[in-house]
């Protein structure tokens, strides 16, 4: 599996030792663990509060709501702050930032962008249902982030895009790539980004407040909405920031509570192995024993090629093909290193979220787990009935590990600090996706339909989309609460598994193999869609069913796990992008000179494959006569939407020549150049270690 020397594993070993020693077992005047509960079966010291006790508000207290009021009033500072700094008067400085961030916003911004409440809830429960081996899809960025920094962000940012599809229409040309991409990714993010968070947002506030979903959802919405669509991108850069830091303090405060209640590291290995919840027969099921059994190898990544629930052959490859599409050609994240002051930036701020990212296993998987031992009949309830009477989902009760973990076990104040980290993450995310699909509807969608719409007018259809997207979200709540409340995170890896390849084969072909052209990648890209719906709507229709109760797919469709069949779609997409561009004309070097990885330091002149038409007219310079001042009402709109008061000046043809020769710049000073290279180097061998530790 791994080729290591035997000094590295005895380095491995070694470590593993140390690492235990220092999770050491909590006092013996610990409240709610006695000495036999240390060694006794899991039923005879498993919390188990009834269900019906659970529906109580958890957050009624003055602490709790007054640090959910200071936690409020520093996003909305903060974001008001950046949108007084930044300049959002003009296309680049809205979806951009102006190209002027610095390396640790970034980082902080790639990370909680990634991390969304879906993640708390959806890493904790698969961790509770099945172990540790999801912490591995967490792992496999810090490999990601590195060839983010290094391999593709130079190719984008010496084309001088905005956008991914924009990319693609100037490697290939064309509009139908363009355009495919462009729907094909604001459906990905409703349907997966945006659906999950809010699914797994709803769940922590039903668990928390009690409150009706759609006055919750509609409240969260409305305050992410105000300084997405004033602040741009700045806004909710800078937000994130704020955001990441509150996310990481106080997941760390639970994991201490949870270490401590559970009695320490060692403990909670041999619990996490003998929690079983007591009711495990109902009439009219036959229920398995690994049903309800922790898992044997619960504590490994790395699991069986075959029997493995995440075999390690999809984890370390079919993984890759989708962190590769995620980390590497999505908008969400690309923006945020486009946005960057220059290519030094860029890579330090994918090292800072490389070694964030090492945090959720310990943050969120083993919290899950934990919860599972504290709350073994609710969190891993055997039957049907149980389950529904728990969390009213009657296919498994894993997604509200760590909601309950929360509200249960963290002290007044604390459990308020919690619900901010919750909301923290379905923010961060939901900005970061509002105001990325938004860059995607303006200027691949919108743009290519008012071709010659001035910036204001790009920026406004931008700020109206963002509103469209919070409808559809609001709308999308009935559908989300009626979706399968199985593993969350399984489900959103899965779908992305069948989408997702075909994006991530085209793109790493355009950009390392300069003889694929239009006709390739745009076959590539619609028979892998098809092939990968073939395999969805399968699914779908079938049900992706339970333990208790197996999905009746046929094992010709269903039966190869969604990490092989990742594997399989991106090898065939790869085959008939490089065969139907084989047997049609090839490109001229000419079109490719800085778009392509053999060609990235050409300095000769571009030739555009067809002229884009697209012309964001600048506003008109009326200096013919006495402007009448603006009223109260326009210079507050002005200020509101970042619009400048005074005229714009009109750019020389040098100078905006120059103004571009800047932007795609990717020069670097020698000092910070291998500054960050070491760095790099060092995640790398990070990474190797806590998969060699865990594996």
């Not at 004033?230 to 704020?242: K, N, R, S």
């Amino acid at each position: 599996m791994i080729c290591v020397s035997k000094p590295w594993l005895a380095f491995i070993k070694k470590s593993k030792e140390l690492c235990t020693s220092f999770w050491k077992e909590a006092p013996d005047s610990n409240a709610s663990m006695t000495d036999a509960s240390l060694t006794g079966s899991a039923r005879s010291w498993t919390s188990t509060p009834s269900p019906s006790t659970d529906d109580s508000m958890a957050i009624n207290n003055a602490a709790d709501i007054s640090v959910i009021v200071v936690y409020f009033i520093l996003v909305l500072a903060i974001g008001i702050w950046a949108m007084i700094r930044s300049n959002r008067g003009t296309v680049g400085g809205f979806f951009l930032a102006g190209r002027s961030m610095v390396w640790w916003p970034i980082g902080a911004s790639l990370f909680a962008s990634n991390i969304g409440s879906g993640h708390f809830v959806g890493l904790a429960g698969t961790g509770a249902a099945a172990g540790i081996a999801i912490g591995g899809f967490e792992w496999n960025a810090l490999v990601m982030v590195l060839l983010l920094g290094w391999l593709f962000v130079p190719i984008y940012i010496k084309a001088g895009v905005v956008t991914m599809p924009e990319y693609l229409k100037k490697r290939f040309g064309g509009q139908r790539i363009r355009i495919y991409l462009s729907i094909l990714s604001l459906l990905l993010y409703v349907f997966t980004k945006i659906s999950a968070d809010m699914f797994s947002g709803a769940i922590f506030i039903q668990q928390a407040l009690g409150l009706d979903i759609y006055l919750a959802v509609f409240i969260l919405l409305l305050i992410t909405a105000l300084y997405t669509v004033t602040g741009g991108l700045a806004a909710v850069i800078y937000t994130d920031t704020l955001q990441s830091f509150i996310m990481v303090v106080g997941a760390f405060i639970l994991m201490g509570f949870a270490f401590h209640e559970v009695g320490g590291y060692n403990a909670f290995i041999e619990k996490y192995m003998e929690a079983i919840p007591r009711i495990t027969t109902e009439a009219g099921y036959n229920i398995s024993a690994s049903c309800y059994t922790p898992r044997p190898d619960s504590f490994h990544i790395f699991r069986n090629a075959v029997t493995g629930d995440l075999p390690w052959p999809g984890l370390v490859f079919g993984l890759s093909i989708l962190g590769i599409w995620y980390w590497c050609t999505d908008q969400v994240i690309v923006q945020r290193c486009l946005s960057a002051k220059n290519m030094s930036h860029v890579k330090a701020g994918c090292i800072l979220c490389g070694y964030l990212k090492l945090l959720p296993m310990f943050l969120m998987v083993f919290p899950g787990m934990i919860s599972r031992i504290l709350y073994t009949d609710v969190v891993a309830c055997a039957t049907p009935a149980q389950c529904e009477a728990s969390c009213k989902v009657s296919v498994g009760c894993s997604n509200i590990a760590y909601p309950r973990l929360v509200v249960k076990l963290m002290p007044n104040g604390l459990r308020g600090l919690m619900l901010s980290v919750m909301l923290a993450s379905l923010m961060s995310s939901l900005t970061s996706i509002f105001n990325s699909a938004s860059t995607l509807f303006t200027m691949d969608i919108y743009a290519r339909i008012r071709k010659r719409a001035t910036e204001k007018e790009l920026m406004l259809a931008g700020r109206v989309f963002i509103l469209f997207l919070i409808g559809i979200s609001i709308a999308w709540i009935p559908i989300v609460q009626a979706a399968q409340g199985g593993q969350l995170f399984d489900y959103i890896q899965s779908i992305t598994s069948y989408l997702g390849p075909p994006i991530a084969s085209v793109f790493i072909l355009a950009i390392f193999c300069k003889r694929v052209n239009e006709q390739g990648a745009f076959y590539g890209l619609v028979i892998g869609l098809l092939i990968g719906l073939s395999r969805m709507i399968a699914e779908f229709a079938f049900g992706t069913g339970s333990c208790v109760k197996p999905s009746q797919c046929p094992y010709i469709i269903c039966g190869i796990h969604y990490l092989y069949f990742a594997l399989i779609l991106f090898g065939i997409t790869c085959i008939i992008v490089v065969s139907v561009s084989l047997m049609t004309k090839p490109i001229d070097d000419k079109h490719l000179y800085r778009l392509c990885w053999s060609l990235r330091n050409s300095v000769e002149e571009r030739v555009d494959l067809e002229s884009d038409n697209l012309e964001v007219q600048e506003q008109p310079n009326e200096d013919q006569g006495p402007v009448e001042p603006p009223g109260c009402l326009k210079k507050f709109y002005n200020w509101f939407c970042g619009f400048s008061q005074d005229p714009t000046p009109t750019l020389s043809p040098e100078e905006k020549k120059a103004m571009e020769k800047k932007l795609t710049d990717t020069s670097e000073a020698p000092l910070w150049r291998n500054v960050v290279n070491v760095n790099g180097i060092i995640l790398l061998t990070v990474a190797v270690f806590f998969h060699g530790f865990y594996g």
